[in-house]
């Protein structure tokens, strides 16, 4: 039997797709930091495995584009080469 599609599939995890991480093509994840109040949350997406970066956003979509544009930085104990 072949699969039918319905039109109506998957409507959430089309368009934020967490790409591997640009340096040790590690998993990456969304981390949220929860300031004391008064301050607006923090989102990051993180590789697992060597901490690259995409900076801290406002939101999660801001955070997975920078992640996505393969330009993430390092944290700054990260040691090169
Ligand atoms: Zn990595």
Redesign the pocket.
């Known amino acids: 039997m072949m699969q039918s599609k319905h039109g109506t599939g998957d409507t959430m995890s089309d368009s934020k797709k967490i790409l591997p991480?640009p340096?040790?093509n590690?998993k990456a994840e969304i981390y949220m930091h929860y300031p004391p109040f008064g301050r607006r949350v923090r989102i990051t997406v993180r590789?697992t495995?060597?901490r690259?970066n995409s900076g801290e956003w406002g939101m999660i979509d801001k955070a997975i584009e920078a992640w996505n544009r393969r330009v993430p930085v390092k944290d700054e104990y990260e040691v090169y080469g």
């Open positions: 991480c340096f040790c590690g590789c495995q060597c690259a």
